[in-house]
C-alpha cells in the first residue's frame, strides 16, 4: 500500500463509530419449525436474557425459544423497540413468506435488526413501509462508514482478546463469559463484538470480516476506545492466524485490538481445520508463541492467561479430567467457560493476575 | 468467523477473475504543469512503454511524459482502446474541468480506467455517455466481483512476492524489474499487479487493500492461477507485516499468494514505519525470519532469496559499496532493482537458484 500521502488516498473520519441497535428486541422466528436454524435466536436469549421481550413467529410455525409469544404492537408496548430475525435460512435469504410480519413490525413502531445476507433495503416492501413510518432497516453485516486507518497509538484501560486454533470453537462465548465473570467480580467490563450474533447480544459492535482490508485494524481501534485504567473491554475474536482462508483478518484485529491479555480458544479433538482437511490445527505452544509474537507489535506487553478448550459432548467428569490433564500438559490455566467451576474462575484468575 | 456452513454465509463464485483493461491506452495528464501529480503516468511510460500510444492534456496545461500529444480521435485511430487518468489531485477526486475531456475520449470510442477515489459512474455526464456510447467506466480501485474465500489449496506453477518491511518502498517495481529479467533470460513470467499503478502497468490485476478483509486470501488465490511447471507469476507485495495498520491485509496477500519465493524490499536508512514515528521498521533478520514463518503456512518450501535495496538519493558509487556491505552483513544477495548490473543478476540467480 503506497500510503506516503495517505489524505489523499483514503478518506478518514475518526468520529465513526460501531453499529448501535435500538433494544430491547422482539426475536422473529420465522417459520421455523425447531431450533436448528434458530443459532442467533439461541444466542440472544442465553446471553442477552435482559434484551428479548418477547418472540414472534409466522402463522403455523412451530418453534419456540420459550419467551413470551407477543404481536409486535404488544412487544412495542412492552417496550421493545426492534424486532431482530432471530432464525437463518439456507443461504441467509429473507424468505417471502417473513414479508408481511416485517411489514407490521415497522407498522407498530419498531427497527428492523438482520444478519441475513440479502439486505432488507433490497426489499421493497420493507423499503416503503420503513420511510413511509420513519423506521430504520439495520443490516449488521453492512459495517459502518467512516471507518479509519489504524494508528497504532497506545489507548487507555485495559482490554483482553479470545483468539483460536481455528473458526468456530468457542471464541464469541468465551468472551461473553469471561466478561460476565469480570462483571460478576465488581469490576467495569464490555464485551465487544465483533461478528453478526455477538454485535446483537451486544446491542453493538463491527462486523469485522466484512470491513474492506485496509481499515480492518482501524475498526478494531474504535472497537474498543479509550477507557478509564481500570476498565476492561472483552473482544470477541474472529478466525485463527493459522487459518490460510482467514488469517489475515485475525491479524488486523489482534493488531487493532491492542490486547493486554489473551485468551487462546481450542476445541478438544480437533485436528484439522475445519473444512480444510489439508491444514492441521497448531499445537497450542505454537499457537501461543506465535500470536504473542505477533501481538507485540501494538503491545509489547500482552500475555496469554490460558486456554479456553470446548469440551462439548464430554460427561462432566470427563470434561473435568480433561482439563486437568490439559492445564498440566500445557503449564498454564485451561477451562470450558461453558462449565462454570474451579477451572473457569482458576481461568478468570488468571486474566486478572 | 463463524464458517460452519460456509455456503449458508457467503456467496462464492470460483470463477471470479482479476480486473482485465481494454488497452493500449492514451494517457490523461489532466492540468498538471508539472510531474508531480503524474506518478501512475510516469510508471506507465517506465514500465508499460508498449501500452502508451500517446498523451492528452487540458488546454493550457504543460506537463508531459514525453509520449506523442493526440487527442481522443488521433489516439483512437492509433490503436488506443482505454483514456487512462494518469494524473493524480488531491484526495483522489475527479475535477470538473477534466469532464469534457473525458466525454471527448468516450466519444472517440475509448473506454475509461481510473484510479480516483471518486467513481467515474458518479458523475452524471460521464455515466450518460458511457450508457450512450456503449463504452465502459471502469474504476480500478473497485475489487471485481464475486471472489472467493480461500481454499488453502496448492497451485501449480512457480510464483515469487515481494514484501517489504515498511510501505511505499519499492515492492511493486522490484516485482517489475524481477518479472522481467526472468523474461529476459528467456523464462515465462508474469507480472501480478495488486494495486492501482500495478493494474495499469500490467493491464489486469486486483486492487488487494480495496478487498473485504475474508476475501483477501481469496483475491490472491485468483490472481496467480495454476500455470505451467517452469512459469513464474512475480506477484507485487502489499504493506507489511510489522505495520500496525496493513499488517493484516500483507498476511492475507501472503498466504493466498503460496509464494515459492520472497524477496525482501527495504529502504536504506528508513528506521521508522513512514507516518508512524512509534513504530519502529524490523531488522532485515527479524523481517526475514517471520515472514518465512507466516508463509510456511501454505507452502512448507518457502525461502527468501535475498533484499531488494532502495539506495535512492546515493551515488552509483556508494549504492554499489552499501549493497556489498549489506549482502555481507546479512548473508544474502543485495541489490537495488533500479541500478542494473551484477549485483541485481546476483539476486536474479538467487530467486531462480
Redesign the interface.
Known amino acids: 500500500?503506497?500510503?506516503?500521502t495517505?489524505?489523499?488516498?483514503?478518506?478518514v473520519f475518526p468520529g465513526a463509530t460501531p453499529i448501535d441497535l435500538p433494544r430491547p428486541y422482539l426475536l422473529f422466528l420465522g417459520d421455523a419449525d425447531d431450533t436448528t436454524f434458530l443459532k442467533t435466536g439461541l444466542g440472544l436469549r442465553d446471553w442477552a436474557p435482559g434484551l428479548c421481550v418477547a418472540e414472534y413467529r409466522c402463522d403455523g410455525a412451530r418453534a419456540s425459544l420459550g419467551l413470551p409469544s407477543m404481536t409486535p404492537v404488544e412487544a412495542y408496548a412492552a417496550g421493545a423497540r426492534a424486532l431482530v430475525l432471530a432464525a437463518?435460512?439456507?443461504?441467509?435469504a429473507i424468505r417471502p413468506g417473513w414479508i408481511p410480519h416485517l411489514v407490521a413490525a415497522l407498522e407498530a413502531g419498531l427497527d428492523i435488526v438482520s444478519g441475513a445476507?440479502d439486505r432488507l433495503a433490497d426489499e421493497p416492501r420493507l423499503r416503503k413501509t420503513a420511510e413511509a413510518f420513519g423506521r430504520r432497516l439495520i443490516d449488521i453485516r453492512t459495517p459502518p462508514p467512516g471507518l479509519p486507518?489504524?494508528?497504532?497509538?497506545r489507548r487507555t484501560g485495559k482490554r483482553l482478546l479470545t483468539v483460536g486454533t481455528d473458526?468456530?470453537l468457542g471464541k464469541k462465548y468465551t468472551a461473553l463469559a469471561l466478561a460476565a465473570a469480570f462483571r460478576a467480580r465488581g469490576l467495569a467490563a464490555d464485551f465487544r463484538a465483533t461478528?453478526q450474533?455477538g454485535i446483537m447480544i451486544a446491542g453493538s459492535g463491527i462486523p469485522?470480516?466484512?470491513?474492506?482490508?485496509?481499515f480492518?485494524?482501524?475498526a478494531a481501534e474504535i472497537l474498543s476506545p479509550d477507557a478509564d485504567p481500570d476498565h476492561w473491554d472483552v473482544i470477541e475474536g474472529?478466525?485463527s492466524?493459522?487459518h490460510?482462508?482467514?488469517?489475515?483478518?485475525?491479524?488486523?484485529?489482534l493488531?487493532?485490538s491492542q490486547p493486554d491479555m489473551l485468551v487462546l480458544c481450542h476445541a478438544h479433538g480437533r485436528e484439522r481445520i475445519?473444512?480444510?482437511p489439508?491444514?492441521p490445527v497448531p499445537s497450542i505452544g505454537e499457537a501461543v508463541a506465535?500470536t504473542l509474537?505477533?501481538a507485540r507489535?501494538?503491545n509489547a506487553a500482552v500475555r496469554c492467561a490460558g486456554v479456553s478448550l470446548n469440551t462439548a459432548g464430554l460427561s462432566p467428569a470427563e470434561a473435568a479430567m480433561l482439563t486437568e490433564r490439559c492445564a498440566d500438559q500445557w503449564g498454564m490455566p485451561v477451562a470450558d467457560p461453558m462449565r462454570p467451576g474451579p477451572a473457569f474462575e482458576g481461568l478468570v484468575d488468571a486474566c486478572l493476575g
Open positions: 500500500m503506497v500510503r506516503q495517505p489524505a489523499s488516498t483514503a478518506p437463518a435460512s439456507i443461504g441467509g445476507h486507518i489504524a494508528t497504532g497509538q473458526c468456530a461478528g450474533t469485522i470480516d466484512a470491513v474492506i482490508g485496509d480492518t485494524a482501524g474472529q478466525g492466524i493459522f490460510p482462508s482467514y488469517a489475515g483478518v485475525s491479524l488486523g484485529l493488531h487493532g475445519v473444512g480444510l489439508d491444514y506465535l509474537q505477533l507489535l501494538t
